[in-house]
Nanobody, 114 residues
């Protein structure tokens, strides 16, 4: 069973930055996409960013220009750089990896407030 471990969450002031990190317990050449979702209180989980095997990136409009997704040196790692954070970015963030089936991280709280 593949496990995804997330790190880098926490609290940040409006306008600040955070760098999220997600690593899988197993490296696999069949990973064809990795990315992030988030879920704010009282809302449904929503797509944030995705990076596919060809290094194409997809960023949701609400964070475009502020967030960036990238691959780590190891194929089983993915980063989410969060810049110019806003209070509406407050949510539990979940990473995922698609390997024929989708695996999810445990979710990590990100709070943007002054």
């Amino acid at each position: 069973q593949v496990q995804l471990v997330e790190a880098g969450g926490g609290w940040v002031q409006p306008g600040g930055s955070l760098r999220r990190y997600c690593v899988a317990s197993e490296s696999d050449s069949s990973i064809y996409a990795m990315g992030w979702y988030r879920q704010a209180p009282g809302k449904q989980r929503e797509f944030v960013a995705r990076l596919d095997i060809s290094d194409n990136t997809y960023i949701t409009d609400s964070v475009k220009g502020r967030f960036a997704i990238s691959r780590g040196n190891a194929k089983n790692t993915v980063y989410l750089q969060m810049n110019s954070c806003k209070p509406e970015d407050t949510a539990v963030y979940y990473c995922f990896q698609d390997r024929g089936v989708r695996y999810w991280g445990q979710g990590t709280q990100v709070t943007v407030s002054s």
